[in-house]
Nanobody, 120 residues
Framework: QVQLVESGGGLVQAGGSLTLSCAASGRSFTNFAMGWHRQAPGKEREFVAAIGWSGSERKYYADSVRGRFTISGNDAKTLITLQMFNLKPEDTGVYYC????????????WGQGTQVTVSS
């Protein structure tokens, strides 16, 4: 059974930092892109960052977080981290870890999410 378990969320003041972690288990993820999405209250879920599948290893970021967030992962893609710096109130939301087979854009598996709240 595939599981993606997020951790590391919390409350932080604007300008602060947090690191989120995603532990993936239940199958091989070497051919998956692994990424983070977020959903703010009253808004649709949006893409935040991703690491490409094993054939590319590229990293992708939403414009809103580029230069402030850094995604990384181990070779097996069973541990994915999202380092978040200079956090802003608009970064508040539930952050979800997700896995996308062969980077097809379908995001096949999702975690339950971890709450990040940035106070002004």
């Amino acid at each position: 059974q595939v599981q993606l378990v997020e951790s590391g969320g919390g409350l932080v003041q604007a300008g602060g930092s947090l690191t989120l972690s995603c532990a993936a288990s239940g199958r091989s993820f070497t051919n998956f892109a692994m990424g983070w999405h977020r959903q703010a209250p009253g808004k649709e879920r949006e893409f935040v960052a991703a690491i490409g599948w094993s054939g590319s290893e590229r990293k992708y970021y939403a414009d809103s977080v580029r230069g402030r967030f850094t995604i990384s992962g181990n070779d097996a893609k069973t541990l994915i981290t999202l380092q978040m710096f200079n956090l802003k109130p608009e970064d508040t939301g539930v952050y979800y870890c997700a896995a996308d087979h062969y980077e097809a854009g379908k995001w096949d598996f999702w975690g339950q999410g971890t709450q990040v709240t940035v106070s002004s």
